[in-house]
């Protein structure tokens, strides 16, 4: 059998307790809005990676655990923070990458922990513009 015809007989089976990354994959780039990040006729790599590892995590088991920051979480609880992403938290996670003045060794794990951190960054980021703008008074908007 040539290169080419290796895998033409390989049978997939996807069910509902095995969904395909591929299927979850497109379902990521609607729910960030990937299309915004469209340049120059494609999508940065990077952005398209960090939709993978969304993926992929919605598609482990939500009784798992996963590594975030270092120290074990839960799969399901990754999964709900994940459901919350949308592109600003992507570009929020890209620009930070990108900015890193350190050589990462880890990619993945650096993007699935950033990807994790950034809802919680991102909200905080929020409410500290509006009390330094005075828009809200520096006891409200949480923490």
């Given at each position: 059998?040539s ?5 033409s ?7 509902p307790?095995c969904?395909?990354i591929?299927?979850t ?7 960030v809005g990937?299309?915004?990040?469209r340049?120059?006729?494609r999508i ?5 990676e960090?939709?993978l590892i969304i993926?992929?995590m ?7 655990v996963?590594r975030?920051?270092?120290q074990a979480?839960e799969n ?5 923070v994940?459901?919350e992403?949308?592109?600003g938290?992507?570009q ?5 990458f990108?900015?890193q003045g ?6 993945k794990a650096y993007l699935q922990t ?9 909200q905080?980021?929020v ?5 330094t ?11």
């Amino acid at each position: 059998m040539s290169k080419n015809n290796a895998y033409s007989n390989v049978e997939v089976n996807v069910s509902p307790s095995c969904p395909s990354i591929f299927q979850t994959l497109t379902a990521v780039y609607q729910q960030v809005g990937v299309e915004q990040f469209r340049q120059h006729g494609r999508i940065d790599p990077i952005y398209k990676e960090c939709c993978l590892i969304i993926a992929e995590m919605y598609v482990k088991s939500p009784k798992g655990v996963t590594r975030i920051n270092g120290q074990a979480a839960e799969n399901f609880i990754v999964q709900e923070v994940y459901m919350e992403l949308d592109g600003g938290h992507l570009q929020k996670v890209v620009e930070k990458f990108r900015e890193q003045g350190h050589r990462i060794h880890n990619k993945k794990a650096y993007l699935q922990t950033s990807l994790y951190n950034v809802m919680f960054e991102f909200q905080a980021e929020v409410i500290n513009d509006l009390r330094t703008s005075g828009m809200i008074h520096p006891h409200e908007g949480g923490g």
